[in-house]
């Protein structure tokens, strides 16, 4: 076993030391004034990084119980939903909306195609419009970013609301939720927020507000309006995760003292690296091999390898985690995150790793370069 | 601000050392080798405290989710739910039930009084048998302990399904949930299994997986079924609060160290030692003067005081956090926690703390014997 852990996954991604050091301190009482400042503080900086004038709420739960309160809050049984999906998180939006009776409407891409915001406007004037779209930001399962706000142009014109998962894109690359008239935009603790996992949060807009009021789903946890009425008094509605929120506070004022702008920046300057680095090598990106891959870059695994035991390898020998393929993708290919408390050294080590082992699994690697061109690209990128 | 702080809540409670230090470690892949041991005897551990053999469901929310998936898995809308409710917590019960279309049966008590069984067997009899019967363990509100054995006999025999609200009876007090036929129990991490709020844990039966199959209202998250397919692959459904959990796995280790019925027997002898350093005070407990009240002790707030001031004027120059009342008992009661990671010199501050402010703020208060009495009886009290 490998004596150091590097975490390169898209999520759970590494928390940095201040955040962690955060969380240990002892447990404050969340209805106490130990914690509300903070909680205020949390709320506060949520909607800066949110880019948002209006409400963002605030769940204990992962970041699919958010996607749920959208259904929830949104969409009453039977009522029609686009679902435009490339992979594994937008088929997620799919199977909750179905769970919860609506008349699913799935505008189906193959997995890796980047989704058009035409076809979604072809779709609903011939179909003759929906309650809801929704859309993943940042397909995590393979690396491509949809154009979010051609998407919410179209469906707006349309008369649909338009809510985002932008569990992995929120503090990545840009989202604008206020710019782009994203109605309901869910995200979580995890991803570039640069926090453990356990905490979901969810914009809601104003014509979403209004939508809410006709909604008939049962619910009770995720109802937004019991939330948001407990936030306006700084009152959790239930226990929240209060290590989980201060380390949330904390992480989002490294991330707001960089700036926004600059955070988005260093994301597609880690990509370029770990892409020029991955060609270096002589692999192919199964992600786009342009700058909207800033989030995870997605590599197919070569011949002769196995998919499966090269990342065990990685991670057992070399302590390097990397994320599988999902779905059809499983085995097929291998993903290095590099949102959230990443530099290029942990993009440079990522690919020494994933060099040593392809290598010694037979297949047909360039050696000794990738680290260099990672950081030459890196480098000459600017700030 | 007093430099030290004492957190004596019933929920959150204080959080052992180890537990923190567990959780302060650099994160790691909820679906790597490096988490699903620890989320294996996490599990394990958590049906060992359940005194279990069937599934005990692990999700990453508040408690009060634990109580939604009880509704929303075994109950359909227009179905007959008896409530039995004697404080705020009962009252959740009801509200999820009634937010489900449930037709609830509310066989509702005054705050502070013990419900009886022979009253739940008249009203089954009365009314013809329900679907399910929600009883809530301890309920945090007031102190007062149900007898949930007795419960559980009474409604098995009118053929109706168990759930208990566990959030802070579980690891603090008996609850045998194969033995007394209990068919879905709820607990939360942040109450007598000493680790932070974030997750909430689900026993269900055999009887219990029987009805979900019939539970007509839409869930996605919060699936029964969903959770333990995932579980039973120790690959969670959702990206799980990966830390909580590994904080988790360190308190139950701590606790079935300990062994479960010395857990048990401290909890009775603490709240022996809080009632009688309350009583030498010359205050009035509000929670039953007997070995019932292990888990929280409630407290008359004495005349001329103020009790929100009272609270504010402890937390505040004394360090000391303990909880208000709820709901009727706002300002007329204040609560003091004994579950967890406590130890009697955990109540004898309380005690000392409680005595100087009442003092200070006009009451007819005993000096200088509180802490002495509740030593004594500490100590007197066979382990």
Known sequence: MAEKRYLMTPGPTPVPPEV????????VHHRSPDFKPIYAQCLERLKEV???????LLFTAS????????I???????????????????????????????????????????????????????I????????????????????????AGVAKEAGALVAVDAISSLGAIPCETDAWSLDAVVSGSQKALMTPPGLSTVSVSGPAWEARKEARAPRFYLDWERTREAQVQLDAAFTPAVSIVIGLNVALRLLLERGLDAVFEH?????????????ALGLEPFSPDDDSSAVVTTVRVPEPVDGTQFLLDLRDRLGITLAPGQGPLKGKVFRIGHIGYFDVFDITTALAG????????????????????????????PA
């Open 72 to 126: 929830g809050n949104l969409c009453s049984p039977g009522e029609r939903i686009v679902v435009v999906s490339a992979g594994y998180f937008g088929e997620r939006w799919a199977d909750i909306a179905a769970a919860y009776g609506c008349e699913v409407d799935h505008l189906r891409y193959e997995w890796g195609e980047a989704p058009s915001a035409d076809d979604l406007g072809g779709r609903l004037a011939e």
């Open 20 to 27: 962690l050091a955060a969380m240990a301190q002892p447990i």
């Open 50 to 56: 949110y880019r948002t004038e209006g409400d963002v």
């Open 128 to 151: 003759g419009g929906a309650t809801a779209v929704l859309v993943t930001h940042s397909e995590t399962s393979t690396g491509v970013v949809a154009d979010v706000r051609a998407h």
């Open 267 to 279: 994301h597609i300057r880690l990509g370029r690296a770990c892409r020029a680095g991955v060609r």
């Open 354 to 381: 994933i060099e040593l082992s392809l290598a010694e699994a037979g297949a047909d690697i360039e050696r000794g370069v990738a680290v260099t061109r990672a950081l030459e690209m890196y480098e000459r990128t």
């Open 63 to 70: 970041g699919t119980a958010g996607l749920e309160s959208v």
